[in-house]
């Protein structure tokens, strides 16, 4: 919390050091309109008009091959591909107000076994502060609030299957996100500069049988899933009105497990189980590549893998993704 009072307070700085307007280069920029579709990971801080709607189906392809340890080397495993629709809705509401709802399905396989679940859904309610303003410090900013549905698959798992089963974490999470997006008109072409912070603070689950926190049979009681982080920083460059390069850096990080209380119940082998995870931390990358059809229309694809971690899965895979609003 004390820093997000402290970022809150380097806002309103900001913001009042914004009125000054500073120039930032010459009056100048490229001959064409700026089309944009944004990028994978990063909430886009410029909020729809009253009325205004844009979808945005997403492809997501992967296979994890293993998991980062305590001492961020990686402990190979076998295989698990992973096929994740992805749907976004979002709509205006009220001036500088949005709402946004994504929706996923996930698809695991790993050798003859496999397991298809939804995966928790995310709503977002968001609040446009700032306007960029051209030639200026001052960039598009909003305020959400992101809200966690547990409509993912988190516990009465299969012992034999719960990585492939395992598609939610079973808790509500709330928490604030501040997105802030800056675009810098350069001789020729266009550079964007994303910045995203979310917090989400986690409330307690209830647990029965072998679930995504660990557990046997028997296993009967409540647990708190760590609080989540999330630092995204996005680059997005137009080499011209239609094709551009886009790439996220995202760092994820989820506080240990607490407060477990009940009947842990036994393993197979008949040993008291064991209930809860350790803090993790994950940072990936989705560098990729935009082909922009109109002012509202665009596609993009590349790739999305994880570069580093502690107490995380390690992932490679590709991605397809058609933005659309109307």
């Known amino acids: 919390m004390k820093y997000i009072v402290a970022l809150c307070v380097l806002t309103q700085s900001y913001l009042s050091a914004s009125q000054l307007n500073v120039p930032i280069i010459e009056d100048t920029q490229p001959s064409y309109n700026l089309w944009y579709t944004g990028s994978l990971l990063q909430l886009t801080p410029v909020n729809l008009s009253p009325g205004q709607i844009a979808i945005e189906p997403v492809l997501i392809v992967s296979s994890i091959y293993g998991f980062y340890n305590s001492n961020w080397g990686i402990n190979h495993t076998k295989s698990i591909l992973s096929i994740n629709p992805v749907m976004e809705f979002k709509m205006g509401l009220f001036p500088k107000t949005e709402i946004k709802i994504v929706g996923a399905y996930v698809s695991k396989f790993q050798g003859k076994e496999s397991s298809s679940n939804f995966q928790d859904m995310f709503l977002y309610f968001g609040y446009e502060i700032l306007k960029d303003k051209k030639h200026s410090f001052t960039p598009d900013l909003s305020l959400f609030l992101q809200v966690t549905v547990p409509t993912g698959r988190f516990d009465k798992l299969d012992s034999q299957k719960i990585l492939l089963e395992t598609s939610g974490q079973g808790a509500y999470q709330i928490g604030p996100a501040l997105s802030y997006q800056k675009i810098f008109y350069l001789p020729k072409n266009y550079f964007i500069l994303y910045g995203n912070i979310i917090y989400l603070f986690s409330t307690e689950v209830s ?11 028997g296993t009967r009681g409540t647990v708190r899933p760590g609080d989540r982080c999330f630092f995204i920083l996005s680059g997005e460059y137009l ?8 790439c996220d850096a995202q760092l994820f990080y989820q506080g240990k497990t607490t407060n477990f209380k009940g009947n842990s119940g036994l393993t197979e082998a008949g040993t008291p189980a064991t209930i809860g995870l350790p803090a993790s931390l994950q ?44």
């Open 283 to 326: 940072i990936s990358i989705t560098p990729s590549i935009e082909y922009n059809f109109s002012e509202n229309c665009g596609v993009y694809g590349g790739a999305w893998l994880t570069v580093a971690g502690k107490n995380a899965a390690a992932f490679a895979g590709g991605f397809a993704a058609l933005v659309y609003g109307f």
């Open 239 to 246: 080499f011209n009105q239609n094709w551009g390069f886009v």
């Open 207 to 217: 647990l029965k049988g072998y679930n995504a926190y660990g557990g046997g049979k």
